[in-house]
């Protein structure tokens, strides 16, 4: 990275030159974070219980998925999300499904056609499980795809209201407050998930994209830097 960097020509004390700089490393970032969007995803739900018999079947299914989301595939995903449901694998099969079909929406700008089928797999769920904040964030990011800001914001204050300490719950409320134009509460929210867990990569991310608009670079700089530090570590 250094290495790279040194690449680029750089006048000391210009601040174009640090925009520059800053630009170049949101670009890395943005790349890191496009094969796997929305941090969470990637994580077991373990709020649901599998059928010991099929077990077995599940895990290998669930390896497939995992692989098909390292590698940004997403009609992989889908493929996999698909046997899972017709393999009868339970509730969580329904949520792998709708995982895959959020990343469509947002990785193959497939908004329109992708989260409605989330939406439509998770609202049930929603309705078994009303104080499951994976779900409520899940659904609350499919309304967020949509752009439709405000009904995202309210599922994410639920979220907050069950658990004022969900940093992730903080940080898609100040995107969507962000992608609303709503700047100084985005910033407001993206600080409170700071505070929260200093190391969440989407939170850097955020931080460093939002403090570029801003045009304070050294910040940018800061946030942008401290998220491909924790990148590399994992």
């Not at 020509?9 to 520059?20: D, I, L, N």
């Not at 659904?139 to 795809?145: H, L, M, T, W």
């Amino acid at each position: 990275m250094d290495q790279i960097n040194n690449q680029i020509p750089v006048v000391e004390g210009s601040r174009m030159g640090r925009a520059w700089k800053v630009l170049f490393m949101i670009v890395i970032l943005v790349t890191i974070f496009l094969a796997a969007v929305f941090y969470f995803w990637k994580d077991p739900f373990n709020i649901f219980s599998t059928n010991k018999s099929s077990d077995v079947i599940f895990a290998e299914l669930e390896s497939n998925y995992l692989d098909s989301y390292s590698s940004a595939d997403v009609s992989g995903m889908i493929r996999t999300g698909e046997q899972m449901m017709a393999k009868g694998l339970g509730d969580e099969a329904t949520i792998y499904l709708a995982k895959a079909y959020l990343n469509q929406g947002s990785l193959s700008f497939q908004e329109k056609e992708s989260a409605p089928k989330a939406l439509a797999l998770l609202e049930p769920l929603l309705l078994k499980y009303p104080d499951e904040p994976t779900i409520i964030l899940a659904v609350g990011y499919g309304y967020e795809i949509l752009e439709d800001y405000p009904k995202a914001i309210g599922f994410y204050n639920k979220a907050i209201t069950l658990d004022d300490a969900n940093d992730l719950a903080y940080v898609q409320r100040g995107h969507a407050y962000d992608l609303m134009g709503k700047l100084d509460l985005a910033e407001k929210d993206y600080m409170k998930a700071y505070s929260l867990n200093a190391n969440r990569d989407v939170t850097l991310l955020n931080l460093a994209r939002y403090y570029f608009q801003a045009r304070n670079f050294d910040l940018a700089n800061q946030y942008a830097q401290k998220a491909i530090d924790i990148t590399n570590l994992d």
